[in-house]
Each structure stands twice: as C-alpha cells, then as structure tokens.
C-alpha cells in the first residue's frame, strides 16, 4: 500500500509543476482584439473620410483619355519596353511614372510644372482635369500612387515590407497582409512609425480596445512601419525553455527516485 502511495504522491507533484507551466500561457485578455466591446455594437469610424495625400518620392501613373483618344495622346508618357530575360528576349511594357519633387511638383507633358504634393486623389485629379479642360472636352483622369508601401516588423507571421495596390489601408488590414500576429505579439503594444516633415513619430495602439478604430493614425501612409512587441513569454523564451524546464525535469526525476524507493 506504501508504494501506491507513493506513486500517488508522485503524480500529484507532477500535476502541480505542470500546472505552474501551464500558467505561463498567454490569457484571454492577452490575445483577443476589441475586447471593451460588445461584437453586436456599431462602431462610429470617425476616419471614414480619409484619403491619402500625396508626399515628395512618391511615384504617380496619370492616364488622360478623352471621347477623341487623339486628342489625349499628347498628354500621356509612352510607356516603355524592357527585356525581362537576356535568354529568352521576353519583355514586358512598363508604364513611365511622375516623380513628384522636394517642392511637391511634376513635370506634366503640354501643361509643364504642376503642383499635386499634399493633395489626395480626388484633388488632384480635380486639378489636372481643370487644367486639361483648356485643351480637351470633358477630359477623364485616372491617378494612381505606384510606390505605396509599408513595413511590418516585430512579432507577426509573415514580416516584411509589403505594396499596397489602393491608396487606402488600414492597421488591422496590414497586419492581415502580415499573416496577423503571432501567440507571442503583444496586442496592447503595436507602434506605428511615421516620417512626418522630416521627423520620426511614434503612435502607440492597444488592439485589445476598440478605441483603436477612431485613432488618427488608424488608416496607414506611404512608408509607414508597424513594430509588434513580443510579450514577456517570447523574451524569456530561450532561458524558459533551457532553464526552467530542465530544472523542472530534474526536479521531476529526483522525486520520482526518492519516491520510488
């Protein structure tokens, strides 16, 4: 009866050193998003609105075309062909970008120095066809920015610098595109770093409240970074792993032979 006992006793050590283990998981509070917030409630997005607004560096493919294609050719870059492979002579037809410079300028074909820096699509493109209305009837402009990327860094599936296609993402997006962050990803401390008139600025974001979706930084600008901190459990990862469990074990396996004798 001693011996069974003592076995007993034995699993019961087990059972409590596995559940300190166990309590260093990650909590609920830890991982869920919105938590202050009930999933049925409606969220007013004071950000609804935003546009981008074009910055110095940034690229910008402008297509005008009009009733008469003749007429609009003289406004348009000819797009450009480049040999992919040596090897094979494939090539491909790339469309030639504008540059906006330090003053905020491109050079536009016919209408020459225009100002779109600081402008958002829509007022651009407003811009241009007032201009292009003296030389063409009910002119039609398409804008797009061709260099919109961010940088996703820190504790997330998939980091890296990513293209964004539309001029319009937001933070929960982007973290998407980074494969969402990982078990180890602090949720209420994501940065965003901005370069805002030569300056780095620093916003801080807690995706465990649902004020982050009226922030003023929610929706993200051309070369943004999002830095995700690890929590604790992932700084402490290597030494947990190489200290404390061995020590555990070790600890495990004397009980186990003073037990059993």
């Known amino acids: 009866m001693k011996p069974q006992l003592k076995i007993f006793d034995f699993f019961k ?24 917030e009930p999933l049925s409630a ?97 002119p039609i402009v398409n804008i797009r920015l061709a260099n919109f990327t961010i940088s996703i860094l820190g504790e997330v599936t998939k980091p890296g610098t990513y293209t964004i296609q539309d001029e319009r993402i937001s933070l929960p997006q982007a973290l998407g595109l980074a494969g969402d962050l990982t078990i180890y990803g602090r949720r209420d401390n994501v940065f965003l770093i901005r370069e805002v008139n030569g300056e780095k600025k620093f916003t801080k974001f807690d995706l465990t409240s649902v004020n982050v979706l009226n922030s003023s930084n929610y929706y993200l600008t051309q070369n943004d970074v999002i830095y995700v901190e690890p929590n604790n459990a992932k700084v402490g990862q290597s030494a947990y792993n190489n200290g404390v469990i061995l020590s555990v074990v070790g600890i495990l396996a004397t009980v186990a032979a003073i037990l059993i004798r």
């Open 13 to 36: 050590i087990s059972a409590l050193f596995t559940i300190v283990l166990l309590s260093s998981c990650a909590s609920r509070q830890n991982i869920v998003y919105f938590q202050d």
């Open 42 to 138: 409606a969220i007013e997005n004071s950000n609804s609105n935003f546009e981008l607004h074009y910055k110095t560096d940034d690229l910008l493919t402008i297509n005008i075309s009009a009733l008469d294609p003749k007429v609009a050719r003289p406004f348009n870059l000819e797009a450009t062909y480049t040999t992919q492979s040596v090897i094979d002579g494939q090539g491909v037809l790339l469309q030639q970008t504008y540059l906006i410079d330090s003053n905020g300028n491109i050079e536009f074909p016919v209408l020459g120095t225009i100002k779109l820096g600081g402008m958002s699509r829509t007022e651009a493109t407003a811009n241009l066809k007032r201009k292009l209305s003296e030389y063409i009837k009910n």
